[in-house]
């Protein structure tokens, strides 16, 4: 009986503090607020005892609000040679805070670590995902992981995500008094609170109570709002390669004599070819782009995530013999055949995305930068190479890797560039649709359309389609019911401005709507933008990550029987992100009419939120608008 009643209250006091803990009731509603989880409490302690011996150890608890929160709590471990799970262990419990379900470390699934694009992959990783029914629900774990080089220090991002609220969370780094280190924090009010053990000194972060953010249109990447904060000793060690560095130019110097260096080893057969290839043009710009043709005809694109933790390319030499490589391995292989032209080029590390982001100018590091691309600098006209696409055109980069700082790796040492940016006026669609209006009710004819700037791949996709698939793909980007397309043909045109230039024969049924005497037809059949919701109280600045302008002309012929007098239309609207405009009128028995919309790239006022919020309803309205068409008796 006394053991009954012992082992009652153990259990009482255990759901007391469960309660306490991680009941979903104690959560501020402050931090319920907008968010789909709420980490309840983080501790992230990182000692380095050595350049090769780094210990990460985490405990961690996020409740989990709704469905959508599922994502965020998956625990995913990464491991490779140069690291090792040493433990994990971890508890789910309910929205009261009771244990329902206990995490070892045979709860994971050991799969490899592949993005969904890379062909060889020698990282791995080890992930949990706990299949809710019931929420919300909180998961607590713990792990460690030995890190066996110190180039990537694990970093402290509390709130990720702008779904993710935060009760309370710190990160400690340790390592031995003396040790130079460089930090970089984002968004961190505040310093680190400083201590001493007797062989280690630690800097230690902590945040509480910060809420989920309001996510609005036009804005930044989240990750530029995050709390965050990156350290990195100066003196590095990685897959045995030593070193130090306290600026991009001395991390480029690092990255060429331990990553690129004796790459290039292409023989004196390759050299020769290079000569053939090469002796009909007259300067090294026209031998360079019949280099970026042969590499485009000779290899493929295979994504490679292994060797030096991904960093270090394959030699040319494996290039040249199996004909193919990631972005490092290609680059590397054009830059040897450059040399072979006496043509100088930069290896260039970036970070590639739609969303234009930078290399961090005050602190070089090895985590910016997931891409490699290729620059020559020719004399006043600086060429850029996407080593990668077998269809870009010679020195054209698209919305991949524009308009960003990039770093260049040379035997000199790293020199920060910027690759080229579009502005509106380069980033045109313009499009031509010629038809006849049939039987009072359907459209047919013809449609072409060129794709300029960071719009060269707007239909890239279709363009590489067999035959068979491109009338589906472009019932998809046309996206007008009864649409059907026939005679489709695609050309790259590359002549000083490069464009794809699309020309279809098209066929759409019942696309007026008849009523006794009149037809009504849309007076925007192929492109329209965008509205936006009104928010009376706008937070963050109104981001526009590029800009665009789309032009349509449309042309059609109207059969007798239909009142060609109709007044012209004409209505322009304009603000600080943009303008617009949209004529119509009869001529010739022809309908036409013409549209233009351009957006500005750029960072504005929150205040002028309302203005553009306007402006894109007019935009919408003016498109969703119908032509009314008499029909004669």
């Given at each position: 009986m006394k053991y009954i009643v012992l082992s009652f209250l153990a259990f009482?006091?255990?759901?007391?503090?469960?309660?306490?803990?991680?009941?979903?009731?104690?959560?501020?509603?402050?931090?319920?607020?907008?968010a789909a989880v709420t980490v309840r409490h983080e501790s992230i302690y990182v000692e380095m005892r050595s350049e090769n011996d780094v210990t990460q150890k985490v405990k961690k608890a996020i409740t989990v609000h709704n469905k959508s929160g599922d994502y965020y709590a998956y625990i995913p471990l990464y491991y490779d040679k140069s690291s090792v799970i040493k433990s994990v262990k971890g508890i789910i419990y309910d929205e009261f805070g009771l244990p329902i379900k206990k995490i070892n470390l045979k709860d994971f699934v050991d799969i490899s670590a592949a993005d969904g694009?890379?062909?060889?992959?020698?990282s791995r990783l080890k992930l949990y995902q706990y299949d809710a029914i019931h929420y919300p629900y909180t998961i607590a774990f713990e792990y460690e992981i030995q890190h066996k080089q110190s180039l990537m220090i694990p970093t402290w991002n509390p709130n990720f995500s702008a779904q993710v609220s935060v009760e309370q969370s710190d990160y400690t780094f340790a390592a031995a008094p003396g040790l130079k280190i460089r930090t970089h924090t984002q968004n961190f009010a505040g310093e680190p609170v400083l201590s001493n053990t007797d062989k280690l000194q630690l800097q230690k972060w902590e945040v509480k109570n910060v809420p989920a953010v309001k996510e609005e249109n036009f804005t930044r990447s989240f990750r530029e709002q995050a709390i965050k904060v990156d350290i990195l000793p100066q003196r590095i060690s990685y897959y045995g390669r030593a070193g130090s560095f306290d600026n991009w130019e001395e991390f480029g110097k690092w990255y060429y004599d331990f990553l690129l260096k004796g790459k290039q080893n292409l023989d004196e057969g390759v050299r020769a070819k290079v000569a053939s290839l090469t002796k009909d043009c007259e300067t090294d710009k026209e031998k360079a782009k019949v280099l970026y043709k042969y590499l485009q005809d000779k290899t493929r694109y295979v994504s490679i995530q292994i060797g030096i933790g991904g960093l270090e390319p394959f030699p040319a030499s494996d290039v040249e013999k199996y004909g193919y490589g990631d972005c490092k391995a290609l680059v590397n292989y054009m830059q040897n055949l450059l040399t072979f032209a006496d043509i100088p080029s930069y290896y260039c590390i970036v970070e590639a995305g739609s969303e234009k982001e930078s290399l961090r100018l005050d602190y070089a590091n090895a985590r910016d930068g997931n891409h490699i691309i290729l620059c020559i600098p020719f004399e006043n006209d600086t060429t850029w190479l996407e080593c990668t696409s077998q269809e870009k055109p010679f020195g054209f980069l698209g919305d991949f890797t524009d308009d960003r700082l990039v770093l260049a790796c040379t035997q000199e040492g790293g020199k920060v560039l910027r690759t080229p940016a579009y502005d509106e006026k380069q980033n045109k669609q313009v499009r031509f649709a010629k038809l006849k209006l049939t039987n009072l009710s359907g459209l047919e004819g013809t449609l072409e359309t060129n794709f300029f700037g960071t719009q060269y791949d707007n239909h890239m996709s279709i363009f590489r389609s067999n035959n068979t698939d491109k009338p589906k793909l472009l019932a998809k980007a046309y996206d007008i019911n009864n649409i059907s397309f026939s005679d489709i043909t695609y050309q790259k045109v590359d002549d000083g401005t490069p464009y794809v230039h699309e020309n279809?024969?098209?066929?759409?049924?019942?696309?007026?709507?008849?009523?006794?005497?009149?037809?009504?037809?849309?007076?925007?059949?192929?492109?329209?933008?965008?509205?936006?919701?009104r928010n009376e109280n706008r937070q963050q600045n109104i981001y526009i990550n590029r800009g665009f302008t789309d032009q349509d002309s449309v042309e059609i012929a109207l059969p007798e029987n239909i009142n060609k007098r109709m007044l012209p239309m004409k209505k322009e609207f304009s603000c600080e992100m943009g303008s617009y405009s949209f004529t119509a009128r009869i001529e010739d028995d022809k309908l036409i009419s013409n549209r233009i919309l351009t957006i500005k790239q750029g960072s504005y006022d929150p205040k002028l939120y309302g203005t553009f919020q306007e402006f894109l309803k007019l935009v919408s309205q003016t498109d969703k608008g119908r032509f009314s068409l008499e029909i004669m008796p």
């Open positions: 009482l006091s255990f759901y007391s503090r469960a309660q306490s803990s991680y009941a979903v009731q104690s959560i501020p509603q402050e931090l319920k607020s907008r694009f890379s062909m060889f992959v020698d279809i024969a098209i066929q759409i049924a019942n696309i007026a709507t008849k009523t006794s005497n009149k037809i009504m037809l849309p007076s925007n059949l192929f492109n329209s933008y965008i509205n936006i919701q």
